[in-house]
């Protein structure tokens, strides 16, 4: 028993057209600082997203217990994925790095405002990711919120927020916002490269992977389907309300 994904869809449909990635609105580097100043705390915490479901699968600590069947299979995807976002090739071959770090390169190439990210940064352990500190952007707290709760709500939601929140969405949501842009390779390389890269491997490789997730936790169970169903619609949501916060202030 899987997902009924008709309403998942009608609001990934209003996201793929959200007019902050169809109607040009990102056409100078100046619109570009301000998005990804905004932007890049939905690039953190997709990998706070991400280490949840890994832990859930293999859990690390000093004593390791051994996964058999079925869930070696997700350990190998959920590895897999983790492999790519922690430890991607960077451009041009030049050494690994996060999906993460390489998003701060490429703001620190065009200049973006890295002071809110990493100010949020040097206090969420102390004082937690929910803290809306005064140089934290309150329209990306409201979306790191959302984050969070889904993992509250269990692996099943988190895995269903992770995939139809993410990384089925990106591909066509990236792609669009290249071809809107005005601003060109040249202008800002990395940025280019971080798009393409998560164009080529969500699509290809991390969406179907994490569509298998969603099923191992759900595990056929009529109400974690619902629950699942109802993390993913919010996931997408947020980010709608997201891109219409950031479109505001552009």
């Avoid at 451009?91 to 703001?107: C, T």
């Avoid at 002071?115 to 352990?125: G, Q, R, W």
């Avoid at 004082?127 to 919120?145: N, T, W, Y």
């Amino acid at each position: 028993m899987k997902l009924n994904l008709s309403k998942i869809n009608e609001s990934r449909l209003l996201l793929e057209n959200h007019s902050l990635l169809v109607t040009n609105t990102i056409q100078s580097l100046d619109d570009l600082r301000i998005f990804m100043k905004h932007h890049v705390f939905a690039v953190w915490d997709f990998m706070s997203l991400l280490k949840t479901l890994q832990h859930e699968i293999v859990p690390s600590g000093k004593l390791w217990l051994p996964t058999r069947g079925t869930r070696s299979d997700i350990a190998r995807m959920i590895n897999e994925i983790v492999l790519c976002e922690e430890s991607d090739i960077g451009k041009d071959g030049a050494g690994s790095l996060s999906h993460f770090d390489l998003y701060l390169q490429a703001m620190m190439e065009i200049g973006a405002d890295l002071k809110p990210i990493k100010d949020y940064l040097s206090t969420v352990t102390t004082l937690g990711h929910h803290e809306r500190c005064h140089f934290s952007p309150s329209l990306a707290m409201d979306f790191v919120d959302n984050t969070f709760k889904t993992i509250d709500d269990g692996p099943h939601c988190a895995a269903a927020s992770f995939c139809y929140g993410r990384e089925s969405v990106i591909p066509s949501m990236f792609s669009k916002l290249l071809k809107q842009i005005n601003i060109s390779e040249t202008d800002a390389p990395k940025f280019h490269y971080y798009l393409q890269r998560h164009i080529e491997v969500d699509g290809d490789e991390h969406g179907p992977m994490a569509e298998h997730l969603v099923n191992y936790f759900c595990k056929d169970d009529p109400f974690l389907i619902h629950e699942a169903e109802q993390a993913a619609i919010a996931a997408i949501k947020a980010r709608i309300k997201f891109f219409d916060e950031i479109e505001k202030e552009l």
